[in-house]
Nanobody
């Protein structure tokens, strides 16, 4: 089975930046559509960003567009989420998710959480005002 691990969360002041990273146990990491989701206390899980395996298709939630950038380094088997101009409303647990090989799942973004069978444990991002 696929193991997914996120890192890079922490406490940051409003206006600051963080870069989240995510790795999987699969050598064919570049075959997976990958996504970032977040969930704040008392809120529904929200899709933040998505990137297909070839990095030709990306999507962003309207609330983060222009501030967050999703990218991937297939040679390092790593997914990134660069978060700039962070705001208190960005405070949430952030989750990395993998869809599986695109040959079977399709290779497109955006897509709902139900399309992602593999999830990390989450990394907490807290933005202070």
């Amino acid at each position: 089975q696929v193991q997914v691990v996120e890192s890079g969360g922490g406490l940051v002041q409003a206006g600051g930046s963080l870069r989240l990273s995510c790795t999987t146990s699969r050598l064919n990491f570049d075959w997976y559509t990958m996504g970032w989701f977040r969930q704040a206390p008392g809120k529904e899980r929200e899709g933040v960003s998505c990137i297909n395996w070839s990095a030709t298709d990306t999507s962003y939630a309207g609330s983060v567009k222009g501030r967050f950038t999703i990218s991937r380094d297939n040679a390092k088997n790593t997914l990134y989420l660069q978060m700039n101009s962070l705001q208190p409303e960005d405070t949430a647990m952030y989750y990395c998710a993998a869809s599986g090989p695109w040959r079977y799942t399709g290779d497109y973004c955006p897509r709902p959480a139900a399309d992602f069978p593999y999830w990390g444990q989450g990394t907490q991002v807290t933005v202070s005002s």
